[in-house]
Nanobody, 115 residues
Framework: QVQLVESGGGLVQPGGSLRVSCAAS????????MGWYRQAPGKQRDMVAI???????NYADSVKGRFTISRDNAKNTVYLQMNSLKPEDTAVYYC?????????WGQGTQVTVSS
């Protein structure tokens, strides 16, 4: 089992920056991929960024060049640095991890981009 706890969401003005973090804990032998999804009101949950144990990354086209995902394997923690934020980035951001190829989700953290 993997428990994921997010932190760092909040309110930021357009053009601003924010970093969210997610720490994994529990009894597991390995975590393959970690990453972030987001869900805006009335919309489906979409992938934002994923990073593997080997640091390979994949980003949604809408965030390329603005968001950076990183990972500390020793701490089982994943980070998402979000720059040049836009109102359309407003959503609940969910941490994701796969352990033994089974998906796990955090409880979500709200990111609101508004002036």
């Amino acid at each position: 089992q993997v428990q994921l706890v997010e932190s760092g969401g909040g309110l930021v003005q357009p053009g601003g920056s924010l970093r969210v973090s997610c720490a994994a804990s529990g009894s597991f032998s390995r975590i393959e991929a970690m990453g972030w999804y987001r869900q805006a009101p009335g919309k489906q949950r979409d992938m934002v960024a994923i990073i593997t144990t080997g640091a390979s990354t994949n980003y949604a086209d809408s965030v390329k060049g603005r968001f950076t995902i990183s990972r500390d394997n020793a701490k089982n923690t994943v980070y998402l640095q979000m720059n040049s934020l836009k109102p359309e980035d407003t959503a609940v951001y969910y941490c994701y991890a796969s352990s033994n190829w089974r998906p796990y989700w955090g409880q979500g953290t709200q990111v609101t981009v508004s002036s």
